[in-house]
């Protein structure tokens, strides 16, 4: 028998693939086409359902081509032939593939693999809690996919499309009047569909995070006490805390402000009331960091350190041109002189002219709209009536709160244009939610509360 090789990256598709990929393609659109046929006639916006998924899985099918045919392999391959060791140990020793499946990887559980009838899983992969529990993710769909790259990678896009198409679901039914750009800012993202529909931690992520914000609404804001959308609320934050933890530190002060924001909005006087804002933003962070603190290890000073030290490694000649500069950092006071510089390289980079390659290219494309979009905004709103409108939209608060706070990590611990645009993906559909419900209260200035009123009923 030959040796199982990890190599990093595929040479091809083989006939197998080629023969099976438009039948899975099939059964995905025909399943779509039935949930929305199922559905629309109750809910109009499942009109959009079998678009959504198509574009999700013909992003995942991009996302294949480019990191075979172009990248020529990356951390993406990393990850299937990781899972692939994992499918192989199960097939031939079951109580072995238990053993590693259900705990950390470790150097005693590397060794239950072999070069022979197995293969290994990457080490740097595997003793990485965080990766590893990706690896653990895209097992099963390694299992239905028969180990084909290409098709596991579209089963697990598909498999996460649920989770942004709550997120479409709530916002729609909130902001009834800006349905059809919300489907933009949400379902059709260009870079969104690509980034987040790979095998990588990003469109685990993404999904979670849109479940969990999903969850919450109906849990704690619109009080359904129902005890799925509390087990929603768990799972999907526990898969947050595995792959990357501090996405929830970006979304607990707009979470908070949220939740609250009923207790504050009875505070008769307008400067208190509006004085408890920032006030929640300082419990939040101080409270958030001793959550994660105890959950998940934080530390701010090696978390600035260790940020510091990846934005350093991301600015080498390696990348070629691909990495930017906000400027170094060694302590947590330099780190907050450089926020703004990393809020507006989260939310606008790379410019357009700063491109390198058509992905940049098109991502720079997707970055002037947005840069435009907010900058009309803000010079066609009177500063007064844009406070009125946050303070009156929580909803929309939290999804500029956690797009800035975001904006802020990434482009603190990021100097690398392609991964920057990957990241930035996680909070790209709240934040463009959030331009286009601006917008719509700037056309429309007669309008000073939202529309939820006939959502709650």
């Known amino acids: 028998m030959n040796e199982i090789k990890n190599y990093g990256y595929i040479d091809n598709l083989s006939l197998s693939e080629y023969v099976a990929f438009p039948i899975y393609i099939v059964i995905i659109f ?19 359902y079998t678009q959504a998924v198509l574009a999700k899985v013909i992003g995942a099918s991009c996302f294949c081509l480019v990191y075979i045919f172009v990248y020529k392999g990356g951390d993406t391959i990393s990850y299937f032939e990781s899972s692939r060791a994992l499918c192989n140990l199960m097939e031939v020793r079951p109580v072995d593939f238990m053993k590693v499946y259900l705990e950390k990887g470790s150097i005693e559980n590397y060794y239950l693999f072999n070069g022979i009838d197995t293969g290994y899983p990457w080490m740097y992969m595997f003793l990485e809690p965080k990766s590893f529990f990706l690896v653990k993710i895209i097992v099963p769909f390694m299992f239905l996919s028969f180990q084909s790259y290409v098709l596991t990678t579209i089963l697990l896009s598909w498999a996460s499309f649920a989770g942004i198409w709550r997120l479409f679901l709530m916002f729609s039914q909130m902001y009834k009047k800006t349905v059809f750009h919300l489907a933009i800012s949400i379902l059709f993202i260009p870079s969104v569909i690509f980034w987040g529909s790979g095998l990588l931690k990003d469109t685990v992520t993404l999904s979670a995070s849109c479940w969990f914000i999903y969850a919450l609404y109906h ?14 609320l768990l799972i999907s934050g526990y898969f947050i805390l595995a792959i990357k933890p501090y996405i929830l530190f970006a979304l607990l002060p707009g979470v908070i402000i949220w939740v609250v924001y009923d207790k504050i909005k009875m505070i008769k006087m307008k400067l208190l009331k509006y004085s408890f804002i920032p006030l929640i933003y300082l419990i939040s962070f101080g409270g958030g960091y001793l959550i994660l603190s105890a959950l998940g290890g934080f530390d701010l000073k090696s978390l600035v350190n260790e940020a510091s030290i990846k934005q350093a490694d991301l600015k080498r000649a390696e990348y070629k041109g691909n990495s930017f500069d906000i400027g170094s950092y060694n302590s947590v006071d330099e780190a907050v002189g ?19 390659n058509v992905v940049m290219f098109l991502s720079g494309i997707e970055n002037l709209v947005y840069l435009g979009l907010t900058v009309f905004i803000i010079s066609r709103i009177r500063f007064l009536r844009l406070l009125k409108i946050l303070f009156d939209n929580p909803l929309v608060l939290f999804c500029l709160s956690y797009s800035v706070i975001f904006s802020l990590i990434i482009g603190l611990s990021t100097s690398n244009f392609g991964a920057l645009v990957r990241f930035k993906i996680a909070f790209l559909p709240e934040f463009l939610s959030a331009l286009v419900i601006l917008n719509y209260y700037m056309k429309n200035k007669k309008v000073t509360t939202m529309d939820e009123n006939d959502s709650n009923k």
Do not use: D, T
């Open 30 to 48: 025909l399943i779509s086409y039935y949930i929305q046929y199922k559905h629309v006639r109750s809910n109009s916006l499942y009109k959009y």
């Open 219 to 232: 849990a704690f804001i619109i009080k359904q006490k129902k005890i799925k959308y509390f087990i929603i």
């Open 338 to 356: 450089l926020a703004p510089k990393a809020i507006i390289s989260g939310l606008y980079r790379p410019y357009i002219w700063e491109a390198k």
